[in-house]
């Protein structure tokens, strides 16, 4: 059950690491002379540090933010899924499968999906391999494609990984669907 936690964390919270060996991270690139009045508050790269400060921290509503609405909602609707299946289970195995997630069944079924999404980001967050992969992470650059940042992430492995941001409410967010899409895998959405 460890390792179902661990992959449905890391599911939540980051992209995989398939690609090519990442080189060594650029320098910051240099301000914009101007800004337009539909400009995000701040950069990609910005971004980015915010969403691994707070997976290091585990601190998961910052996490959640980090997320664009579309990737939210597909977030919701998958663990909604995953919950009535839980439910449907007897007492005794409820119990059993809810134990390696610290929840208690009461408590479970009280949940909203979004509730269970914080508390895996929580729980994932605080797992000494996820620690590892955030904290072997570093920004190496982002290029702007559609609208979107594209952005490159050397991993803890070596290699590098895509991450993409779309603006939403004056500011960068994770667009899950595209990050998969760029990495080659299918999204939940």
């Known amino acids: ?5 661990v992959a449905a964390f890391l599911t939540v919270a980051v992209a995989g690491c398939d690609q090519p060996p990442a080189p060594k991270p650029a320098a910051p690139a240099a ?3 101007a800004v337009s009045a539909s400009a995000p508050n701040r950069s990609p790269r910005q971004a980015w540090e915010a969403r691994r400060r707070a997976l290091l921290a585990a601190d998961a509503e910052t996490v959640w933010r ?3 609405a579309d990737s939210r909602a597909a977030k919701v609707r998958e663990q909604e899924k995953v919950m009535e299946d839980l439910k449907r289970l007897p007492d005794e195995s409820l119990t059993k499968a809810l134990s390696p997630l610290g929840l208690a069944p009461g408590a479970f079924c009280r949940m909203s999906g979004e509730e269970f999404c914080l508390h895996m980001i929580r729980r994932g967050a605080k797992d000494p391999e996820a620690h590892k992969v955030f904290e072997g992470q570093e920004f190496v650059d982002s290029t702007m ?3 979107r940042a594209v952005c490159r992430i050397g991993s803890h492995t070596g290699n ?10 004056g500011d960068w967010k994770l667009d899950e669907p595209e990050t998969a899409r760029r990495n080659g895998r299918t999204s939940t959405k």
């Open 31 to 33: 301000p914009a002379a």
């Open 160 to 169: 590098a990984e895509y991450i993409v941001f779309s603006v939403e409410d």
């Open 145 to 147: 494609i559609d609208g």
């Open 1 to 5: 059950m460890r390792s179902f936690v």
């Open 66 to 68: 980090s997320l664009c």
